[in-house]
């Protein structure tokens, strides 16, 4: 190697902006010089260490969740969704009662409801009874009485769309467009209902349970995917709502799949079904489907606790013993085989990164009394052996935000990208005093390196004569 391409890269590094290698380059003294190289080894050891320690931390996808409480003026209302606990309320159901009285059924033991179930079946496996499904639970006019939000009556029918549940047969649904904005919080500030959850007395053997079902969910989301909350006769129930919103970073951050919101998102058929139907996607819904598509597959017909939006109108509901017995075969095998279910449905479902749910608050008094039952009757003029005892047929219900303040959980990586550059040039300023700069002058004995060799000619051999 020349001198000239030697004293180029000595002057390259005496000039470096990182301090180890010009001092080393500096010193005259041998002890100056070994001192130099001893502690620029030992730096250039603790920065590797410690850049590599950043970057296994960022491949480890860790996040940081951010919990802020926030307030907002005005608030949509949730969609309440009301029922009778009973399927069967009304006179059409005592016609099917006297219709099928000679139907034997053997009771197992003395709270059984073997006749309240198999009339169920009945409905739904006869066509010509289906037919009158909707006749056999109660009307608008009959369930809801009242209704009031604030000082405002909110018993206008076209407040309310009908719903018809599986389990519980007519059902009926206030602020299905989020009409209804909230605008204080409290007892006094949410919706008051009273309900008539009455049954005829020729019924009252069929089911000893008197009430109502309450589901506090969004508006684009099904009932089914919500906890009913049971409301006794007779007795007054206060559900206070609170809002949580969260929200998760995407795989690898977490186990979600992204957004689930678009429906071009994700090739799934549940994935599309829900869409197509309008409804909130998540996962256990999703789930739900998958199950559901496996006991149509496997049983060749519906399970009716579950949700079925199918368009094969031959498939009908699950009702005979063989039936029954598949259903309860795939049922506690979906519960108990994780195999089968990380195999056929998981795959299918997508896990949702974001999300709301209502926490539920709620207590009861005493509704109704002897003097208030006595009005009630001379109200509505009942007297003798049309006089009513009320506390055996009313509901009250008052739902109502306990804050017009939400809470929202959402989470953000620990170390991005940014970060992640911010540190390593850190520690490497801090023990080498390097930086981005530095590497140019890496280039620099590059292209001087390339220089000399591409410039350098070979020696001619001369010859003596």
């Given at each position: 190697?020349?001198?000239?391409?030697?004293?180029?890269?000595?002057?390259?590094?005496?000039?470096?902006t990182?301090?180890?290698?010009p001092?080393?380059?500096?010193?005259?003294?041998?002890?100056?010089?070994?001192?130099?190289?001893?502690?620029?080894?030992i730096?250039?050891?603790?920065?590797?260490?410690?850049?590599?320690k950043?970057?296994?931390g960022?491949?480890?996808?860790?996040t940081?969740?951010?919990?802020?409480?926030?307030?907002?003026?005005?608030?949509?209302?949730?969609?309440?969704?009301i029922?009778?606990?009973?399927?069967?309320?009304?006179?059409?159901?005592?016609?099917l009662l006297?219709?099928t009285?000679n139907?034997?059924?053997?009771?197992?033991?003395?709270l059984?409801?073997?006749k309240?179930?198999?009339?169920?079946?009945l409905?739904?496996?006869?066509?010509?009874?289906?037919?009158?499904?909707?006749?056999?639970?109660?009307?608008?006019?009959?369930?809801?009485?009242?209704?009031?939000?604030?000082?405002?009556?909110?018993?206008?029918?076209?407040?309310?769309?009908?719903?018809?549940?599986?389990t519980?047969?007519?059902c009926?649904?206030v602020?299905?467009?989020?009409?209804?904005?909230?605008?204080q919080?409290?007892?006094l500030?949410?919706i008051?209902?009273?309900?008539?959850?009455?049954?005829?007395?020729?019924?009252?053997?069929?089911?000893?349970?008197?009430?109502?079902?309450v589901?506090?969910?969004?508006?684009?989301?099904?009932?089914?995917?919500?906890?009913?909350?049971y409301a006794?006769?007779?007795?007054?129930?206060?559900?206070?709502?609170?809002?949580?919103?969260h929200?998760?970073?995407?795989k690898p951050?977490?186990?979600?799949?992204g957004?689930?919101?678009?429906?071009?998102?994700f090739d799934?058929?549940?994935?599309?079904?829900?869409?197509?139907?309008?409804?909130k996607?998540?996962?256990?819904?999703c789930?739900?489907?998958?199950?559901?598509?496996?006991?149509?597959d496997k049983c060749?017909?519906?399970?009716?606790?579950?949700?079925?939006?199918?368009?094969?109108?031959?498939?009908?509901?699950?009702?005979?013993?063989?039936?029954?017995?598949?259903?309860?075969?795939?049922q506690?095998?979906?519960l108990?085989?994780l195999?089968?279910?990380k195999e056929?449905?998981?795959?299918?479902?997508?896990?949702?990164?974001?999300?709301?749910?209502f926490?539920?608050?709620?207590s009861?008094?005493?509704?109704?009394?002897?003097?208030?039952?006595?009005?009630?009757?001379?109200?509505?003029?009942?007297?003798?052996?049309e006089?009513r005892n009320?506390?055996?047929?009313?509901?009250?219900?008052?739902?109502?935000?306990?804050?017009l303040?939400?809470?929202?959980?959402?989470?953000?990586?620990?170390?991005?990208?940014?970060?992640?550059?911010?540190?390593?040039?850190?520690?490497?300023?801090?023990?080498?005093?390097?930086?981005?700069?530095?590497?140019?002058?890496?280039?620099?004995?590059?292209?001087?390196?390339?220089?000399?060799?591409?410039?350098?000619r070979p020696k001619?051999?001369?010859?003596?004569t």
């Amino acid at each position: 190697m020349s001198d000239n391409f030697k004293s180029i890269i000595t002057e390259i590094l005496a000039s470096s902006t990182s301090h180890g290698i010009p001092n080393i380059i500096r010193s005259t003294k041998l002890s100056i010089r070994l001192m130099w190289i001893g502690f620029t080894l030992i730096s250039t050891g603790l920065c590797a260490y410690l850049i590599a320690k950043n970057l296994f931390g960022y491949l480890d996808f860790e996040t940081t969740t951010k919990i802020r409480v926030l307030t907002e003026f005005v608030s949509d209302a949730p969609t309440i969704t009301i029922c009778n606990n009973l399927f069967f309320t009304s006179p059409k159901s005592i016609e099917l009662l006297n219709e099928t009285k000679n139907l034997t059924i053997s009771y197992t033991y003395p709270l059984d409801y073997d006749k309240y179930f198999i009339l169920k079946d009945l409905v739904f496996k006869n066509p010509s009874l289906k037919s009158d499904i909707y006749n056999y639970g109660d009307t608008f006019e009959k369930l809801i009485l009242t209704c009031e939000l604030s000082s405002f009556s909110c018993i206008d029918k076209s407040l309310w769309s009908f719903y018809f549940h599986n389990t519980y047969g007519n059902c009926y649904q206030v602020n299905t467009n989020s009409s209804i904005k909230v605008t204080q919080a409290g007892r006094l500030h949410g919706i008051n209902l009273i309900l008539n959850v009455s049954v005829p007395d020729e019924l009252d053997s069929l089911n000893p349970v008197r009430g109502a079902v309450v589901f506090i969910h969004n508006k684009t989301e099904s009932p089914t995917q919500a906890d009913g909350i049971y409301a006794a006769v007779g007795m007054e129930t206060n559900i206070a709502v609170s809002r949580t919103f969260h929200k998760q970073m995407p795989k690898p951050y977490s186990n979600c799949d992204g957004n689930t919101d678009d429906p071009l998102s994700f090739d799934s058929k549940f994935y599309k079904l829900i869409h197509a139907n309008k409804l909130k996607y998540n996962q256990k819904l999703c789930t739900d489907f998958c199950l559901q598509d496996l006991i149509v597959d496997k049983c060749g017909c519906y399970y009716t606790s579950l949700s079925y939006y199918g368009n094969n109108e031959s498939i009908k509901a699950c009702l005979d013993d063989i039936q029954y017995e598949c259903v309860s075969y795939f049922q506690s095998e979906f519960l108990t085989n994780l195999d089968l279910l990380k195999e056929f449905c998981l795959p299918l479902c997508p896990l949702e990164c974001e999300g709301m749910f209502f926490e539920i608050t709620y207590s009861t008094a005493d509704f109704m009394n002897d003097n208030w039952n006595a009005i009630l009757n001379r109200y509505y003029n009942f007297s003798g052996r049309e006089k009513r005892n009320f506390k055996k047929e009313l509901v009250s219900l008052k739902m109502y935000y306990k804050s017009l303040s939400y809470t929202e959980i959402s989470e953000k990586e620990s170390i991005d990208i940014a970060g992640l550059l911010s540190n390593i040039g850190g520690i490497a300023g801090l023990f080498l005093g390097v930086s981005v700069l530095s590497f140019v002058e890496l280039i620099e004995i590059l292209l001087e390196t390339i220089r000399f060799y591409a410039t350098k000619r070979p020696k001619k051999n001369k010859i003596f004569t």
